[in-house]
């Protein structure tokens, strides 16, 4: 509406309150499209950054003791710390000294054992074992010879505000889980949390549907598995809203 005293054109209060009316729908509707995509990048940029850490750590170790990391857990190789490839403390604690301690950053917080309790739930692949602190706030849990990843970890002393681990948002493996079987080395491929025999027989929709799976270790190891061959991206069709 024009106003025609003073000779300046104005709005009426009704039409300022249509107005913030139309902003404040179209903010509620993109504000958190926008703030989960900042969420997707920032975990993406942790991950794949972690992902280099801890496969320079371990490619350095295996060039000098020629013991291929994923057999760590074999009892040909590991029988004097892991005589059943079950003591899952003792092995991931010699693990971490073998390959990691001395090809990883002087910043990492070392835990003396496993995360524990530091989450509202608990998943023994991110509880037991040996756990640490990288520099970039990533939370790494060593157990059964693969890595239990918390991109953006934070310990709460209130149990009621600790992180609720998903699998697949706030939570990734790299690494496939300890085979006592030796003959079944090859089939590891790097930190893929699957195993090449496993993969070959799933699309990319098997995967999709994987990691939308109710169950946590089939969901987050898709979810890695499509995150990393998708070049390290959350692609439009990732499954999980973040």
């Known amino acids: 509406m024009i106003h025609h005293y003073l000779g300046k054109k104005g709005f009426t209060l009704a039409e300022v309150l249509i107005t913030l009316g139309i902003i ?31 496969s320079n750590a371990v490619s350095k170790q295996q060039t000098l003791t020629g013991i291929p990391f994923s057999s760590y857990y074999v009892s040909e190789y590991r029988k004097d710390v892991c005589p059943t490839g079950y003591e899952f403390t003792a092995c991931a604690n010699a693990l971490f000294e073998d390959y990691l301690k001395d090809n990883l950053s ?17 998943y023994a692949s991110c509880s037991y074992g040996k756990a640490f602190i990288l520099p970039n706030g990533v939370g790494v849990n060593i157990y059964g010879g693969a890595f239990a990843i918390i991109p953006n970890y934070k310990y709460e002393n209130n149990p009621r505000k600790r992180i609720k681990l998903v699998p697949g948002k706030n939570w ?61 991206e959350f692609k439009k069709d990732y499954p999980i809203k973040f």
Not at 24 to 49: D, E, F, H, M, R
Not at 173 to 182: A, L, P, Q, V
Request: glycine share 8%; proline share 2%; net charge positive.
């Open 24 to 54: 404040g729908v179209v903010a509620a509707l993109t504000i958190p499209s926008l703030i989960g995509n900042y969420k997707k990048k920032v975990t993406a940029t942790k991950l794949k950054q972690t992902y280099s850490i801890l």
């Open 106 to 122: 002087n910043n990492v917080k070392i835990l003396n054992e496993g995360f524990g309790s530091h989450f509202y739930q608990t």
């Open 172 to 232: 990734f493996n790299f690494g496939k889980y300890h085979m006592n079987d030796i003959s079944l080395i090859k089939d590891v491929s790097g930190l893929l949390p699957m195993g090449k025999s496993e993969r070959k027989n799933l699309t990319r929709n098997d995967l999709i549907l994987r990691c939308n799976s109710n169950n946590t270790d089939t969901s987050v190891s898709a979810c890695t598995q499509l995150f990393i061959e998708d070049g390290f």
